[in-house]
């Protein structure tokens, strides 16, 4: 690819140009470039739009990196433009079309999709892929300074719930943040929902220290817990008792690679198998998966696979939770119905 950037020293920032094609290579190698963890959710429409302004030459604001080094690595964590990338990408390898905003018309690509035979020709093909776009690189960033331009380039733009959750740069953000660079598997798990990791880790931490007898969550509490100034001291061993959760839900997710135990669990499965693991530290990995699938049919079918966390779904996992008999090995009857109250 042909980066066209003025080196300047390490913290400093470099700005340059790339090619479509350039990003889509990059892309593809999958080393090149990760993403804050952050997603906003879009259209496949509104990505087609973000794929016109490209092909009608319109403005289209720079592409904003953090690069590091990693195992001799360069690793580019996008800060801003990660919805341009993934349209490209997505454009590029035929998964959604160009719309005409005004004849309506789908364009692919390249080669006929099933439900549209009209794509680019190669002309029109090659002068995509030489769409130059606008980047600046910084260099050896820390996250708080990550998190700092980030909130920067958003003023005077209202924000997602997900994206305020982003520019908060407290001790407890900082630790979710680390949780999240540990944890890739757990993270990729959850591109299955429209949740992001970081509400979800926050979510875990916040059930795990509080365990409310009644449903009391709102983004509001999680925001004012993760908002709080103080250190992370509540326990001396707080790090390392999720570090250690995290690394059960990592061997979990290994030894049930070729099962769908772990596969597509929404998101509030994910909070309360956390809440299972901590609860019952001393069990064996076979335990913990045994309960894991009796949690998962229990719930799945009392409420007809609707498993958002609501009072009564988070009150009926609640309560099996607290129900399972570890000690003898009893089954519980869980399949009676409970109070959700």
Request: proline share 4%.
């Amino acid at each position: 690819m042909a980066f066209l950037f003025l080196i300047r020293a390490s913290k400093e920032m470099k700005f340059g140009e790339v090619t479509t094609a350039g990003f889509f290579f990059d892309l593809r190698k999958i080393l090149i470039i990760y993403y804050l963890p952050i997603f906003l959710i879009i259209l496949e429409r509104e990505q087609s739009f973000l794929i016109d302004t490209i092909i009608e030459k319109y403005y289209i604001p720079p592409l904003i990196f953090s690069v590091h080094k990693q195992n001799n690595n360069l690793v580019r964590v996008c800060i801003d433009g990660k919805q341009r990338l993934i349209a490209i990408k997505k454009f590029m390898n035929n998964e959604i079309a160009h719309i005409n905003p005004r004849t309506g018309v789908k364009t692919f690509y390249k080669l006929p999709s099933d439900d549209c035979n009209q794509f680019l020709d190669d002309y029109n093909r090659l002068k995509f892929d030489y769409s130059e776009l606008e980047c600046v690189e910084y260099y050896d960033l820390t996250l708080e300074e990550e998190h700092e331009i980030f909130k920067r380039i958003q003023l005077g733009r209202k924000l997602t719930i997900a994206e305020k959750l982003q520019t908060i740069t407290t001790p407890m953000a900082d630790f979710i943040y680390e949780l999240i660079s540990l944890y890739p598997e757990i993270c990729s798990m959850m591109s299955h929902s429209k949740s992001r990791p970081f509400r979800l880790f926050a979510h875990v931490i916040f059930l795990l220290e509080n365990e409310p007898t009644k449903f009391w969550i709102s983004q509001v509490i999680i925001n004012e817990y993760i908002n709080q100034s103080q250190p992370i001291i509540f326990r001396n061993d707080f790090k390392q008792s999720y570090i250690k959760l995290f690394n059960k839900f990592t061997n979990l997710i290994e030894l049930n690679e070729n099962s769908d135990l772990l596969d597509k669990i929404t998101p509030t499965e994910f909070i309360f198998i956390c809440w299972l693991l901590k609860k019952y530290n001393s069990f064996t990995e076979d335990e913990y998966s045994y309960w894991i699938d009796k949690m998962k049919r229990h719930t799945r079918k009392k409420f007809n696979h609707d498993i958002r966390l609501t009072p009564r779904v988070y009150n009926t996992l609640r309560k099996f939770i607290l129900n399972i008999n570890y000690k003898n090995g009893e089954d519980c009857k869980h399949e009676e119905d409970v109070d959700d109250e």
